[in-house]
């Protein structure tokens, strides 16, 4: 999975023939290896960083896992990130200016240069070219802070049905910043959920199996609004879904919650506390990834 990219000549015709990562970053003062070119869009000029896949996964391990945590954690983030970017970038062959964005929130955390270290690069050396497949195809291999002991089905989430995502223990009791309380007034329930107006009542309707809130209904004096999945966590801009709801006497909700992100797929600090156990990075994505092989491939 590495190439010499080229910039010369029309970007859409040189697509395929330069291969590697395009990435639309937010250049500020820090660097980025490979070179950047800046492009007209409909939407003004975009940088576009064009990086080696390998490089660019020296800067998105550092920026995903604390580069001190164990060498197997650190694998285990490497192949992660190498499949996540592989998938993502087949979804994005007909964008004619990039592969990748750099956003966390959607794409992966890509800082450039200032994120890498002598452990990152050992990480992704020592994985070089591996990633996770199922039935032969790159899996979307999706992770997150902690899930509060136990991940989620991608159904009761995302309501899709990728069969390696599927619930499995975690080993995150331990970790104090994946315990959160979130207090909201009604009023600052009703700037966050639009339409609704002032906010009567909030109720969790239903559970997954692992307590998580699958649907959580909004009572306003304007209309009810119902929260499924994912929606929950970004529509409330709150740590996890994993939580306990309660309404106290001055009419304001109390969420006492356990986990940081969507709870699918692997959780770094489980993977973190599995790695201190002496578990190596292929028993840690098999545990997270149900199902899955190891493959090497070359990327086209």
């Known amino acids: 999975m590495t190439w010499e990219l080229s910039l010369?000549?029309?970007?859409?015709?040189?697509?395929?023939?330069?291969?590697?990562?395009?990435?639309?970053?937010l250049f500020g003062v820090c660097l980025y290896r490979g070179r950047t070119l800046v492009v007209p869009t409909d939407k003004g000029l975009t940088a576009v960083n064009w990086v080696d896949d390998e490089e660019y996964l020296y800067s998105v391990v550092g920026g995903e896992m604390d580069t001190e945590w164990p060498q197997e954690a650190l694998k285990a983030q490497a192949v992660a990130a190498r499949t996540f970017a592989l998938y993502e970038r087949e979804k994005q062959r007909n964008n004619p200016v990039y592969d990748l964005g750099d956003s966390p929130?959607?794409?992966?955390?890509?800082?450039?240069?200032?994120?890498?270290?002598?452990?990152?690069?050992?990480?992704?050396?020592?994985t070089d070219k591996q990633v996770l497949t199922y039935k032969d195809n790159v899996i979307l291999s999706v992770f997150h802070d902690c899930s509060g002991g136990h991940?989620?089905?991608?159904?009761?989430?995302?309501?899709?049905?990728?069969?390696?995502?599927?619930?499995?223990?975690?080993?995150?009791?331990?970790?104090s910043e994946c315990k959160w309380v979130k207090t909201f007034s009604p009023k600052e329930i009703s700037a966050r959920i639009s339409g609704v107006g002032?906010?009567?009542?909030m109720i969790a309707q239903t559970y997954s199996p692992f307590s998580s809130v699958k649907v959580l209904?909004?009572?306003?004096?304007?209309?009810?609004?119902?929260?499924?999945g994912e929606e929950v966590r970004t529509a409330l801009k709150i740590k996890s879904t994993h939580f306990n709801l309660t309404k106290a006497a001055d009419g304001s909700f109390?969420?006492?919650?356990?986990?940081?992100?969507?709870?699918?797929?692997?959780?770094?600090?489980?993977?973190?506390?599995?790695?201190?156990?002496?578990?190596?990075y292929l028993q840690?994505?098999?545990?997270?990834?149900q199902g899955v092989a190891l493959s090497t491939i070359n990327a086209k």
């Open 217 to 228: 209904k909004i009572v306003g004096d304007k209309a009810t609004k119902i929260l499924v």
């Open 284 to 289: 840690i994505l098999g545990h997270y990834y």
């Open 254 to 280: 109390v969420l006492l919650g356990l986990g940081y992100g969507h709870a699918l797929g692997m959780s770094q600090w489980g993977a973190y506390n599995l790695a201190k156990r002496g578990v190596n």
């Open 151 to 175: 991940t989620e089905n991608v159904e009761d989430v995302w309501g899709s049905h990728e069969p390696y995502l599927r619930a499995v223990e975690d080993y995150d009791q331990n970790v």
């Open 198 to 201: 002032n906010v009567l009542d």
């Open 8 to 25: 010369a000549g029309d970007l859409d015709n040189n697509r395929d023939a330069c291969g590697g990562l395009r990435l639309r970053t």
């Open 105 to 126: 929130d959607h794409w992966q955390n890509y800082k450039g240069v200032i994120n890498e270290t002598t452990s990152t690069y050992a990480a992704v050396d020592a």
